[in-house]
């Protein structure tokens, strides 16, 4: 193998090969994924559960081509929490399921309108840093996880960030071959050993976790379904099909294919939302395709869609075992900080890649524009308060974006501009 060979969506991958790049994929999500689980205080085994249940279904209903792993949705965060405070978690979950439902519908009406209303309302100038703000706004929760901003700030929690981090990015540009593809995962690696050494991990947390039971049956429970909940839940659709698209966006400029026509932005999303209505059915949360793993292929450049099945079956496996599970739910944040640190960063990088590649010309204002009113929306902390659902960063500046463009759009139309290409 040679270094840095880039692995496509539809290669095999040696057996010796798909276990740890599974397992690093794994790991990737595992912070932020079984963090929605323990906000919402229920069981992260049925989330661990359905992130493979539904990353084997987003496979299948993209025929293989779109390499994405689904993991927690924080989107659902601030809704949920009212309506489980309210009425309790089963009246969330009827929300998820009608949330992911209403997605279907609108993949169904993206699949008889196409996909060129995309070209108008997110042009290159607006669709970069769009993509480039799902990386950047996440850099603070990164250093918070990492426990390197706040009152958690230790010097055992700091050497462990910054082995972690420092490991992840020598291992990308120095190691080799078989190596060569697996950085993250040997970092990971490097950082829990360096959290037992400097006690950020004790003995007796491990210990604990292999005395759990070896099998264990994750939490399952029907949905109950209330009007004002669902409609508490549903302006939720908006943002999760935002992100959608600008995780998509992002996957196609790192696998050097348009994954909105090809296996086309109705199946993606089609598949996410069908993930999500079947996670409220028996119990899980809802899920999303993940920036963490987008990251994670970025570095590597590992796109087949059989590791990031083999990691979906890791979680689904994992889900059943007391002992691997409970293990998993050690590693500290300073770990999993460290390891988002540069994941979150090369999203960004990726949205930057895609002003380059098209080469936008900011000698025209509309460009300038587009892009300096995206990027102050997404960074500046401006909230969009909808009902009981809030707009923030990375969705409220994409819908920004959008009016904008399609304001641009009308007024090219009206021959109103001064900046007509010609």
Not at 243 to 250: A, D, M, S, T
Not at 328 to 348: E, R
């Amino acid at each position: 193998m040679q270094n840095k060979r880039i692995i496509q969506v539809e290669d095999k991958v040696p057996a010796k090969l798909l276990i740890p790049l599974s397992i690093q994929h794994m790991f990737a999500m595992f912070g932020a994924s079984v963090l929605v689980p323990f906000l919402f205080g229920i069981n992260p085994a049925i989330v661990l559960f359905m992130n493979g249940v539904g990353t084997l279904l987003f496979i299948l209903i993209t025929k293989g081509k779109a390499p994405a792993y689904l993991g927690s949705s924080f989107a659902f965060l601030a809704p949920g929490l009212l309506i489980i405070e309210k009425w309790g978690y089963p009246y969330a979950q009827g929300g998820f399921v009608v949330v992911g439902l209403a997605g279907c519908v609108l993949a169904l009406i993206i699949w008889k309108c196409g996909t060129k209303w995309i070209d108008v309302v997110l042009p290159p100038a607006a669709m970069g840093p769009v993509v480039a703000l799902i990386g950047l706004e996440l850099a603070g929760t990164a250093a918070s996880t990492g426990q390197i901003t706040g009152d958690g700030v230790t010097t055992a929690t700091v050497v462990t960030f910054c082995v972690t981090l420092g490991a992840a990015v020598l291992g990308s540009v120095l190691l080799r071959g078989f190596l060569s593809v697996i950085p993250i995962l040997i970092a990971i690696v490097c950082g829990y050993i360096t959290a037992v050494l400097t006690g950020v991990v004790s003995g007796a947390d491990i210990a604990a976790a292999f005395q759990q039971p070896l099998f264990l049956l994750p939490n399952f429970q029907a949905p109950k379904f209330d009007p004002e909940a669902i409609l508490i839940m549903l302006p939720v659709l908006l943002v999760i099909a935002n992100e959608h698209i600008g995780h998509q966006l992002v996957t196609s400029k790192i696998v050097g294919r348009d994954l909105l026509k090809d296996p086309g932005l109705h199946r993606s999303l089609f598949a996410d939302n069908f993930s999500t209505a079947l996670s409220g059915l028996i119990g899980s949360v809802p899920t999303t395709t993940y920036g963490e793993n987008i990251g994670v292929m970025a570095i590597t450049g590992v796109y087949s869609v059989r590791v990031i099945g083999g990691a979906a079956v890791l979680s689904l496996i994992s889900s059943f075992i007391g002992p691997l599970t409970a293990l998993i739910q050690t590693i500290p944040g300073p770990v999993i900080g460290g390891i988002s640190f540069l994941l979150y960063g090369m999203i960004g990088t990726s949205g930057l890649r895609i002003l380059v590649d098209n080469r936008v010309d900011y000698g025209r204002n509309r460009n300038m524009i587009l892009t300096s009113v995206i990027f102050v929306t997404g960074l500046s902390g401006v909230t969009l308060q909808m009902g009981n659902v809030s707009l923030s960063g990375m969705t409220l500046a994409a819908i920004v974006g959008m009016l904008l463009s399609l304001l641009l759009f009308a007024f090219d139309k009206l021959h109103l501009t001064n900046d007509l290409a010609e």
